[in-house]
Each structure stands twice: as structure tokens, then as C-alpha cells.
């Protein structure tokens, strides 16, 4: 019996540490502008052309699971990977290339891609990605572990771009450890942290 209190002592321990590591590790990461953000797919993108006088063309568009727009003029056009400024250049490019004089292109943001986290989180749900998101930014957004999580043996589910779905197991103990670096999430994954069998 006291080895059993004693061993969820230590547990209770150890996610307490986690947690607060976890917060403190998200504080230290700062966001990135908006024009630094890189575009991911399922972004949904508002573009504004501006070209002549007074003249303009909008389009909302969502990014493609392949990561491609298909923009008037163009065609399909590869965005993801591109920073917000980067993809307004390229567009400015294009468009000038044969269509426009001297285009200004503007593009926001409007819904970023989400990532998912499921299991013994204090607040399970999705989550955008900002910019990027790892693994322990992730839990950190979800407020920590609960008492009875089992923090080593995290599971990301990933759907890849074949349709096909793969499963990364993550020790969070070797990333707080320094053993192992933390892990970057992608659009769609879905992240589960089980209870602890003690």
C-alpha cells in the first residue's frame, strides 16, 4: 500500500513538473508576425489584387490538401511552405508577368490549419496553428496533463497526403530531458495522451 501512494505521489509529481514546463516553454516561443506566417494547408486565404485606378480583385480562397490555390488568371498556384509576404510577392510576380501593371497584393489570413488533442488534457479540442505548433505547445494550449495521464506514451495520428495514417509515439520525459526534440505538428494531426495504467 505505501509503495502504491508513494508511486502516485511521484506521478503526481511528474506531471506537475511537465506542466509547468510545458507553460513555460510556450511563453519563451513567440508567435510570428503575420507576414512571417507560413501557409499551411486548409488555410483559408483572403486575397486583394490592386491594379490601375481604383480597380481591385478579391478572392477568398482555401488552400488545397496538396497545397495549391487555384487563383483567377493563373490557374493553380503552389502556396504552401511560403511565408504570407513571400506568397504576396509571388502572386505580385505572376500577375505582373502577363496580365497587370504594377499589381499590389495584400493577403490575410482568415482561418488558420487546426491540429486536435484528445485523452487526459485539462482542455481536449482543436487547436489552430499559428505560425507552428509542437507537441508540447500543444499540450501547453490544452492547459496540461490531467493526474492520471501517461505522459510517455503521447500518440500523434497523421493522415499523409496518400491517404494513408501513421502513428508517431512521443515521450514527453526525453523532450523535457533534452533527450529527444520536441516534435512539429501538421495540419490534421490528432494528438492522444492516455490514462496511466497506475
Avoid: W
Amino acid at each position: 500500500m505505501k509503495g502504491i501512494r508513494t508511486h502516485s505521489i511521484y506521478l503526481g509529481v511528474v506531471v506537475s513538473f511537465l506542466c509547468v514546463f510545458s507553460c513555460l516553454y510556450a511563453q519563451s516561443r513567440q508567435q510570428p508576425s503575420p507576414d512571417e506566417y507560413v501557409v499551411g494547408t486548409e488555410n483559408v486565404l483572403q486575397i486583394d489584387v490592386y491594379y490601375g485606378k481604383d480597380e481591385k480583385l478579391s478572392q477568398k480562397l482555401k488552400v488545397s490538401s496538396k497545397g495549391y490555390i487555384t487563383f483567377p488568371l493563373l490557374g493553380e498556384v503552389e502556396v504552401v511552405g511560403l511565408t504570407v509576404s513571400e506568397l504576396e510577392k509571388r502572386l505580385s510576380a505572376l500577375l505582373e508577368k502577363d496580365y497587370l501593371v504594377n499589381p499590389q497584393v495584400s493577403v490575410f489570413v482568415e482561418q488558420y490549419s487546426t491540429v486536435s488533442i484528445f485523452g487526459e488534457v485539462k482542455k481536449p479540442g482543436a487547436y489552430p496553428i499559428e505560425g507552428s505548433l509542437s507537441v508540447m505547445e500543444l499540450i501547453s494550449k490544452a492547459e496540461g496533463f490531467t493526474k492520471i495521464a501517461s505522459p510517455n506514451k503521447v500518440k500523434i495520428i497523421r493522415t499523409n497526403q496518400d491517404g494513408t495514417k501513421e502513428e508517431i509515439m512521443v515521450k514527453i520525459k526525453n523532450i523535457t530531458n533534452k533527450q529527444e526534440s520536441d516534435v512539429p505538428l501538421k495540419a490534421g494531426d490528432v494528438v492522444v495522451v492516455p490514462e496511466s495504467m497506475f
